[in-house]
């Protein structure tokens, strides 16, 4: 894939690692966000501020249709609540893991959900943020 | 750190939590892995 729309993301969560729950067919949007601390080091002799990367603060912001069956949105982030849970993303869930197509794990700690959501002319859905807990592992072999 | 180093302290840091009882067993090394 060169340049495409987003409509192939994949994402994976659960209570152990790998994670398991394939929640990528109720995925409507997705953002891995990957940030770094940015850590002043200006001293005396500089003409700039002068910066070296600190602590990863990385984050997820998905939107998922809150489907209630088991193993989908509603019951897997019922569970996951209030936990570290183990995710896996990928930009493309269908192909192998390459530079073009890494696959990001790690742990995200679900501190909000939204289990009920929606008005009476709408799907229900649920729009949430995840912090990153701790590094992301990035593979590019394998599969999702 | 390597992403095995990331997966390792992950599963630690877990454990040290509380939230699992203990680590798991370390993935066994495939050739795949090794090459």
Partial sequence: ?144 | MSDTDNDKANAEWLVKIGQTATAPAPKPVTKKDEE
């Fill in chain 1, 1 to 144: 894939m060169a340049q495409g729309i987003v409509n192939k993301v994949g994402f994976k969560v659960g209570a152990t690692d790998p994670a398991s729950i394939d929640l990528s067919a109720y995925v409507t949007s997705f953002t891995l966000t990957r940030s770094v601390d940015s850590i002043e080091t200006t001293a005396m002799g500089d003409t700039g501020h002068r910066y070296v990367a600190g602590l990863q603060n990385n984050s997820i912001t998905v939107e998922l249709i809150n489907d209630d069956a088991a193993s989908a949105v509603l019951q897997s982030m019922n569970t996951l609540f209030a936990t570290n849970a183990y995710f896996k993303c990928a930009l493309d869930k269908s192909s192998v893991g390459s530079a073009a197509n890494p696959f990001y794990s790690g742990l995200i700690l679900v501190d909000t959900i939204t289990p009920i959501n929606g008005d009476v002319a709408s799907l229900g859905i649920q729009s949430l943020t995840f912090q990153v807990s701790g590094a992301i592992t990035v593979a590019t072999t394998g599969t999702f």
